[in-house]
């Protein structure tokens, strides 16, 4: 069985531009979840998707948000990108509202210069 | 608030040797306690999860503990191995409107040969 998917691996982006980072959750899995993992620091919570709706949100501004595909596949979009915005972004999955047994994705590296 | 606090920041032992891993969590409603091992350039990766109603969970060389009352729980690894040698995250869930995982700040654990 596929795990979860995430692209790109890494993504290299200027100040003020916009990233989008993807996430395909494993098959049969609805709710999908976003973190930031700053360089030595823990998962921060970002963003929650179930039945392709917002659930829920972490303390991030609104320029990070995102979207939920119908195949439930996910979406990551950061604009204007400031230079504390390098971070791993992870994407985890899970059956339909359940906050246990999250499965990760591999993460996206974003590096903003 | 939402708050989980783990220490210590790092740990080495030898191989053989037994590790512990500690996590405090602030709600009392917290109900679900996974543990998940990052290996470098990878995605966390859940290793074992304990719930609220149970004290006490083992996998292999692998348990966990749950202390309610003291709202502390921990990671116990036996007969370490050099593959062992991770970053490990405790997290729990809060339970404000939404329920959502809140990490610790993990634990890099290093298994010297």
């Known amino acids: 069985e596929a795990g979860v998917t995430q692209s790109p691996t890494h993504l290299i982006k200027t100040r003020g531009q916009q990233a989008t980072l993807r996430c395909s959750p494993i098959?049969?899995?609805?709710?999908v979840y976003w973190y930031q993992q700053a360089l030595g620091l823990g998962l921060q919570f970002l963003l929650w998707?179930?039945?392709?709706?917002?659930?829920n949100r972490g303390n991030f501004p609104p320029r990070f948000s995102g979207r939920q595909f119908p195949n439930y596949s996910s979406e990551l979009n950061v604009n204007a990108l400031e230079l504390e915005d390098s971070a791993l972004y992870l994407c985890?999955?899970?059956?339909?509202?359940?906050?246990?047994?999250?499965?990760f994705g591999p993460g996206t590296r974003l590096t903003v210069l | 608030g939402e708050n989980v606090e783990q220490h210590p920041s790092t740990l080495s032992v030898q191989e053989g040797d037994s590790a512990v891993i500690k996590c405090t969590y602030s709600d009392s409603a917290s109900n679900y306690f996974p543990w998940y091992k990052q290996e470098l350039g990878k995605g966390p990766q859940l290793i074992i999860d304990i719930r609220s109603n149970v004290g006490e969970k083992k996998d292999q060389r692998i348990a966990v503990t749950l202390n309610k009352t003291a709202k502390h729980f921990s990671l116990h690894i036996t007969e370490t191995q050099p593959e062992d040698s991770a970053v490990y995250f405790c997290?729990?869930?809060?339970?404000?409107?939404?329920?959502?995982?809140?990490f610790g700040t993990g634990t890099r654990l290093l298994v010297s040969p």
């Open positions: 985890a999955s899970s059956l339909a509202g359940a906050l246990n047994e999250q499965f």
């Open positions: 997290a729990a869930t809060l339970n404000t409107g939404f329920q959502k995982l809140v």
């Open positions: 098959s049969g899995h609805t709710s």
């Open positions: 998707y179930d039945e392709g709706e917002e659930r």
